[in-house]
């Protein structure tokens, strides 16, 4: 029998005018996401999108199709369906063969139609009767339970087919990426920056990473962390670059020239002004960090506020409200954690002073950088000198992508 993916758009369908565009950049997404499975066609009818397989390959492939396209943000739901010829003796053979044994497992079950071809003879009403009464002669163990059916039988009759189907299950929702724009998240090699990658990007946004190393302070094996990172990210955001700025030597000036319970303030601003000047160059709109509220000395309100001043592009912090611990858990459900984890050093983590203050003030924050007048050309040089790392689309590990906490 043969299957093919309907897919259910979310939000979007909400999106008015913009439509078009999302759905073009979702086709693309889904397109691109099952490229590897066989000859599959995606198209759109009736704000639904189809994925079908066109050849054997594909066919063979729906399985894992299926498992890719869950992972495709600004889909609402998704099902598997039996395609079949549009007769009801073929609907019934259909029906039975896709749902039989579900339909066995089940004691209530109601069956829904849905006639787009209003050229096929019978209505939805009488459809969803006949089709059922066939159903319960097949399994005179069920009760039809309109209300609250614990398996629903659906049969949707359109242009090119019947389709029957069980219930939707639901897509990673969200909204296509790159239909809000583009964003640099500064990705470092914690468990925090690359989730706030996956929430971005679940808002639409298209996101490259930007990674600060200080070598020889930090390793290579660090930098190829976060390039693996990366890479376990661009399964949901797509290709994508990772700028990595040599930082030793304005994180080295800043050590030797600043008051030390300032030290990681004036740090984190210097590292968003560099990020600024690479974004300003990509028409990156926004900066993404990981930073979740009171986390650590620099993720005070206070100091965060010193941070937002540095330079003028909006930060964006999707964990700001959320608990390590929840963090961690979608870190888990995405593929990054056991990435996250290991044991390599971060730029942030050197040279940080025992006691930082958690209540800096912009004043003595910029009388500090007042005193350091050689720190803007070493920033300049170190956005110049950014290495650019081309990091390929992997496909999105298992149990990624679905949101619920
Ligand atoms: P993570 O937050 O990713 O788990 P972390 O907790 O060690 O790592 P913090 O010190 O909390 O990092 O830094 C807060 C945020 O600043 C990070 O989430 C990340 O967005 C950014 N950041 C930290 N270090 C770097 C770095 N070396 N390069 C780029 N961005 C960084
Ligand atoms: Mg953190």
Request: proline residues 6%.
């Amino acid at each position: 029998m043969k299957e093919i993916i309907l897919c259910y758009q979310g939000e979007m369908a909400l999106k008015g005018l913009n439509r078009a565009t999302f759905e073009a950049v979702l086709s693309k997404a889904l397109r691109y996401r099952v490229r590897e499975l066989g000859r599959f066609q995606v198209y759109k009818a009736q704000s639904t999108m189809y994925v079908e397989p066109r050849d054997q390959e594909a066919e063979a492939n729906v399985g894992e199709a299926y498992e890719r396209v869950r992972k495709v943000f600004g889909l609402a739901a998704l099902s598997r369906a039996a395609v079949c010829e549009k007769n009801f003796e073929a609907i019934q053979a259909a029906a039975e063969e896709y749902l039989g044994g579900a339909l066995q497992k089940a004691r209530t079950f109601k069956v829904e139609a849905k006639r787009s071809d209003k050229s096929f003879p019978m209505k939805s009403p009488e459809l969803c009767r006949e089709l059922g009464g066939f159903l319960l002669a097949k399994h005179p163990h069920l009760r039809v339970d309109v209300k609250h059916p614990e398996l629903t039988v659906m049969v949707e009759v359109r242009d090119y087919g019947a389709y029957i189907h069980g219930p939707k299950t639901p897509g990673a929702g969200g909204l296509p990426v790159g239909t809000s724009g583009r964003a640099i998240n500064m990705l470092s090699g914690g468990i925090d920056s690359p989730v706030a990658a996956w929430f971005m990007a679940r808002r639409g946004l298209a996101l490259h990473h930007i990674h600060f190393a200080s070598p020889p302070y930090t390793s290579e094996a660090a930098k190829q962390k976060v390039a693996d990172l990366a890479r376990i990210v661009s399964g949901y955001t797509g290709n994508c670059v990772l700028y990595v700025v040599p930082y030793t030597k304005p994180q080295e000036y800043i050590r030797d020239n600043a008051p030390d319970v300032l030290f990681t303030v004036l740090m984190r601003r210097s590292m968003m002004r560099i990020a600024n000047r690479v974004a300003k160059e990509i028409d990156a709109k926004a900066l993404v960090t990981g930073e979740s509220l009171a986390q650590v000395a620099s993720q005070t309100l206070m100091a965060l506020a010193c941070t937002d001043a540095a330079q003028d592009l909006p930060i964006l912090r999707p964990l700001i409200g959320l608990d390590k611990t929840e963090i961690v858990e979608v870190a888990r459900r995405i593929g990054t954690f056991e990435t996250s984890i290991l044991p390599y050093e971060d730029c942030c983590t050197i040279f940080t002073p025992p006691h930082p203050k958690t209540k800096p003030t912009l004043a003595e924050i910029e009388a500090a950088e007042a005193a350091m007048p050689g720190l803007a050309g070493l920033e300049e040089t170190a956005a110049r000198e950014v290495e650019r790392i081309r990091i390929e689309m992997e496909p999105p590990r298992r149990g990624g992508a679905l949101f619920e906490l």
